[in-house]
């Protein structure tokens, strides 16, 4: 008589651990490229507008040079942003994230935050409430509202409304737009690293850490 012998091996463990690793690597490289966009676009801006600058021979007016030595410190102002966002993302994720409790005027940290915006951009932005004051960390406020209104600007509509409010059990700041929404099937995905609901086409690709690190 013959016998055989069948041996059976699960596999689907090793399989998902693959593809799980193979994801991995994918974000990593989607990462690295999106930081060297995200970086290389203002330092472009910085150097090409400073290396004129320097050019004796360049026949820039007194306003050319005004409105360049602008733009090199509004670029600057988002490569330190970039930066900021990545540390604290790296520091969220490791645990080692400090956060102070002080009071914190809400209404007057989000108009320090629109400051920081240029005045076609701002004046998009109607800030309504009175001066709230709430237990937090002005710096990470002010990372939060800067995240929240860089999103209402690039993504959402003509016009974006700040209401400061509180009820009994909150101090609250709401950004809203009157743009199309976020599809109902993204709403959660959005606050994943990495991750965009919108592609407008004229606009590059962000980190999208900002609204991860907002909810962290």
């Known amino acids: 008589s013959l016998e055989f012998t069948a041996i059976v091996r699960d596999v689907s463990e090793r399989e998902r651990t693959r593809e799980e690793l193979k ?26 507008f400073a290396q004129l600058l320097q050019d004796e021979d360049s026949g820039l007016s ?63 932005v109607e800030l309504t409430g009175p001066s709230i004051r709430a237990i937090g960390d002005p710096t990470r406020v002010r990372q ?30 709401q950004v809203r737009d009157d743009g199309p929404g976020i599809p109902p099937g993204e709403r959660e995905r959005i606050f994943d690293p990495y991750h965009r609901a919108h592609h407008t086409p004229g606009l590059t690709n962000s980190m999208g850490l900002g609204l991860t690190i907002s909810r962290q």
């Open 144 to 173: 939060i509202l800067r995240n929240l209104i860089s999103n209402a600007l690039h993504y959402g509509g003509s016009r974006i409304r700040i209401n400061v409010r509180s009820d009994s059990s909150a101090a609250r700041v």
């Open 62 to 124: 007194a306003g050319e040079r005004a409105e360049m030595i602008r733009l090199i410190a509004k670029e600057g102002v988002d490569l330190t942003n970039i930066v900021e966002d990545l540390l604290v993302a790296a520091k969220a994720e490791a645990g080692t994230l400090t956060v102070v409790h002080v009071p914190v005027d809400l209404r007057a940290q989000t108009a320090q935050v629109l400051e920081t915006w240029s005045r076609p951009e701002a004046g998009r």
């Open 23 to 48: 994801a991995l690597v994918r974000s990593k490289n989607e990462l690295i490229a999106s930081i060297s966009h995200e970086l290389r676009t203002p330092l472009t801006a910085v150097v090409g």
